[in-house]
C-alpha cells in the first residue's frame, strides 16, 4: 500500500490531478452559475475528436486536443447568447462530430498496423492519469495554473457580468469580451480534464463540485473556493481508492467520488433548510 | 470492421445488383439490413415525436444510460440485448419520475444531469476494465458494430419494434396533440401526463434498438437528424412522419453498404449521410426562402 505512494506514476498523477482539479473546480463553477454546462457537453465531444485528428495525423494529442476545444469555446462566444441554436441543430452537429472522431479514431488505429494503438480510443475517452510522464505532468500543471490565475484575474468582473448582465454592461464591464474569454478558458480546461479523466467523463468533474459548492453555499466567492477544494477533494479521493484497489480505473474512482460528494450535499440541505433561519 | 483489411477485401463495382449479390451472400450481412430496417423505421417514427417535443436532452441521457447497461451485460454474461433494454426503459422511468425539467430548468438541475451522465459513462468503463476479455475496448459499444448480429437478435428487434410502433399507432393521435398544445389537450381531457411517460418508455426501448447498431453515442444519427430534416423540408405531419421514415432507412443502408466497403466504423457513416442530408435541406429551405423573397419583391414591384 505505502509502496504505491513512492511510485513515480503515482506521483505525477497527484501533482497533475491537484492543479487539474483546482482549475475544474473554478472554471466549473462558472459553467454551472451562467448555465453554461451544455457548453461542456459540447467541449467533450470536440476533444475527442480533436485528439483523435491529432493522432490520426502524426502530431501530438495535446495539440489537437488544445486546439480543438479552445477553438469551439471562441466560437460559441462567437455565436453569443442571441445567436444560440436549438438543441435540435446542436445534436445534429455534434452526433457528426462524434461520427468523425470514430473516423480519425479508427483511421489512427490501422494505419499503425501491429503496435499496440488500440487503446488510444479509450485512452482519450476515459483518461489515463496514471500513464502521465513527468514533462507531460509539469505541462499540465503549467497550463493549470495559467488557467487558474486567468480565472482569478477575471473573476470579480465575470461574476458581475453573470449574476447581473445588464447592469454590469451599463457600469461599462466588457460583458461580451468577459463571455468570450471565459469559454476560451473553459475549452482549455476541457483539454486538461481529458488528460486525467476522458473526454466523456470531464462533464462530471467540471458539474459535480460546482454543483456541490453552490448547494452548501450562497456566498460566490465562498463557492468559489469550496468549489476548487471539493474538486481536489474529489480527485484525492479517487487516486487513492482507486491505489487501494487496483482493479477500479482512476477515471472510474474519480467520478464516484466526485458523484458520492456531490450526492452527500442532498442529504445536508434539508436538514440545514429546515432549521429557522438566523434573522 | 476488420473485414476490409483482409487480403481479400471487397471492392465496390457501379454494378449494383453484384454488389448486392455480394453482400448478401453473407449471413451477418443479410442480418445487418434486415437489423437496419427494423431499426431505422422505429427510431425515425418515435423520433419525429421526440424532435417534435423538444426532449433531445432526454433522448441523450437514456443513449448515455444503455453503455453501462450493454457494459453490464457483457460482464455478467446475461444476453446484451436485456442489457440495452433494461437500462434504456429504466432510465425512462427515472426521467418520468423525476418531471420534465429538462434543460430549461435552473443551474442546478444541468449540474445534476451532467454528473449524472458523467457517473454512468464512468460506470460502463468500469464494467469494461473489468472485464478483460473485450478485446476492441469499449469502441464497439460507443460507435457502433455491425458484424456480430445474429438472427436471433434481429427477431428479438423486430419484437419489440413492432410493440413500439403498434404503442405509438395507439397514443399516436392523442400524443401529437398533446405535443403541439399540451395545455388545450389538458383542457379537453387527454391524459398529458399518462401519454409523456408512456412516450418516454417508447424513447428507452427506441434508443437501446439504435444502439445496437450506430452505437450508443452515435443515436442521435437516426432518432433526430432524420427527423429534424423532415420537418425542415415540410409542415405537413404526414408527409414529414414517411420522409423522416425514408431518410433513416435511406442512411442508415448507405451507411452499412460504405461501411462493408470500407474500413471505418459503421457509425461514421450513418452519421455522415444523415448530417449531409440535413445540412442539404437547410440549404434548400434557405434557397426557396431567397427565392420565395426575390419572387414577392419582383410581383411588388411589378405591381408599382
Given at each position: ?144 495554473v495559467l488557467v487558474c490565475l486567468l480565472t482569478l484575474l477575471i473573476a470579480r468582473p465575470l461574476l458581475f457580468a453573470t ?117 | ?304
Open positions: 500500500m505505502s509502496s504505491v505512494f513512492s511510485q513515480p506514476f503515482f506521483q505525477h498523477a497527484v501533482l497533475a490531478g491537484t492543479f487539474i482539479a483546482v482549475a475544474c473546480g473554478l472554471v466549473g463553477y462558472f459553467l454551472v452559475l451562467r448555465a453554461q454546462i451544455f457548453a461542456g457537453d459540447a467541449l467533450s465531444h470536440v476533444a475527442f475528436t480533436g485528439a483523435m485528428a491529432a493522432l490520426a495525423g502524426g502530431y501530438d494529442l495535446r495539440l489537437g486536443l488544445f486546439a480543438a476545444t479552445i477553438g469551439a469555446g471562441l466560437l460559441f462566444g462567437g455565436l453569443g447568447r442571441r445567436g444560440r441554436p436549438d438543441d435540435v441543430v446542436i445534436g445534429s452537429v455534434f452526433a457528426w462530430i462524434l461520427g468523425l472522431g470514430a473516423f480519425f479514431l479508427t483511421v489512427y488505429t490501422t494505419s499503425r498496423s501491429g503496435s499496440d494503438q488500440g487503446g488510444a480510443g479509450t485512452t482519450v475517452l476515459f483518461g489515463s492519469i496514471f500513464g502521465l510522464h513527468g514533462d507531460q505532468a509539469a505541462v499540465a500543471v503549467a497550463i493549470a449574476l447581473d448582465e445588464a447592469v454590469a454592461a451599463a457600469r461599462g464591464v466588457p460583458v461580451r469580451l468577459l463571455g468570450f474569454g471565459f469559454l476560451a478558458l473553459a475549452g482549455a480546461t476541457a483539454a486538461e480534464a481529458t488528460q486525467a479523466v476522458g473526454s466523456l467523463l470531464l462533464l462530471g468533474l467540471l458539474a459535480a463540485p460546482a454543483g456541490a459548492a453552490i448547494r452548501l453555499t450562497d456566498r460566490p466567492f465562498r463557492a468559489l473556493a469550496l468549489s476548487a477544494a471539493l474538486a481536489v477533494a474529489d480527485m484525492w479521493g479517487g487516486l487513492l481508492l482507486s491505489a487501494e484497489r487496483p482493479e477500479l480505473p482512476p477515471s472510474f474512482a474519480i467520478m464516484a467520488t466526485a458523484g458520492a460528494v456531490y450526492a452527500a450535499t442532498f442529504l445536508i440541505r434539508p436538514s440545514r433548510a429546515a432549521q429557522p433561519a438566523p434573522a | 470492421m476488420l473485414l476490409a483489411s483482409d487480403a481479400t477485401s471487397p471492392v465496390f463495382s457501379w454494378n449494383l445488383p453484384a454488389d448486392f449479390q455480394d453482400m448478401w451472400s453473407y449471413l451477418y450481412m443479410v442480418n445487418a439490413f434486415r437489423a437496419g430496417l427494423v431499426v431505422s423505421v422505429v427510431c425515425a417514427l418515435v423520433g419525429w415525436f421526440m424532435v417534435l417535443r423538444r426532449q433531445t436532452f432526454a433522448g441523450h441521457t437514456l443513449s448515455v444510460a444503455a453503455f453501462p447497461g450493454a457494459a453490464l451485460a457483457t460482464l455478467a454474461g446475461f444476453s446484451l440485448s436485456l442489457g440495452y433494454f433494461g437500462f434504456c426503459v429504466a432510465a425512462a422511468l427515472v426521467i418520468a419520475a423525476l418531471g420534465r425539467k429538462g434543460r430549461d430548468a435552473g443551474a442546478e438541475e444541468s449540474a445534476v444531469t451532467g454528473t449524472v451522465q458523467a457517473f454512468a459513462l464512468a460506470c460502463g468503463f468500469l464494467f469494461i476494465s473489468l472485464y478483460k476479455g473485450l478485446l476492441e475496448g469499449p469502441t464497439a459499444l460507443l460507435f457502433g458494430d455491425f458484424l456480430g448480429i445474429t438472427t436471433g437478435q434481429v427477431l428479438l428487434l423486430a419484437a419489440v419494434g413492432m410493440l413500439v410502433l403498434a404503442a405509438l399507432a395507439v397514443i399516436g393521435r392523442p400524443l401529437f396533440f398533446a405535443s403541439v398544445d399540451p395545455e388545450v389537450a389538458a383542457g379537453r381531457g387527454v391524459p398529458v401526463r399518462l401519454l409523456s411517460t408512456l412516450f418516454l418508455v417508447l424513447l428507452g426501448a427506441a434508443t437501446a434498438e439504435a444502439s445496437q447498431i450506430t452505437g450508443t453515442l452515435l443515436v442521435f444519427a437516426l432518432m433526430v437528424i432524420p427527423a429534424a430534416t423532415a420537418q425542415r423540408l415540410t409542415a405537413r405531419p404526414a408527409v414529414s412522419l414517411a420522409l423522416s421514415v425514408l431518410l433513416a432507412l435511406g442512411s442508415c443502408w448507405a451507411g452499412l453498404i460504405a461501411a462493408y466497403y470500407q474500413p471505418y466504423p459503421l457509425g461514421f457513416f450513418v452519421t455522415g449521410f444523415a448530417f449531409a442530408g440535413y445540412v442539404l435541406a437547410h440549404l434548400l429551405g434557405w434557397a426557396r426562402e431567397v427565392v420565395d423573397r426575390s419572387r414577392s419583391a419582383v410581383q411588388i414591384g411589378g405591381t408599382a
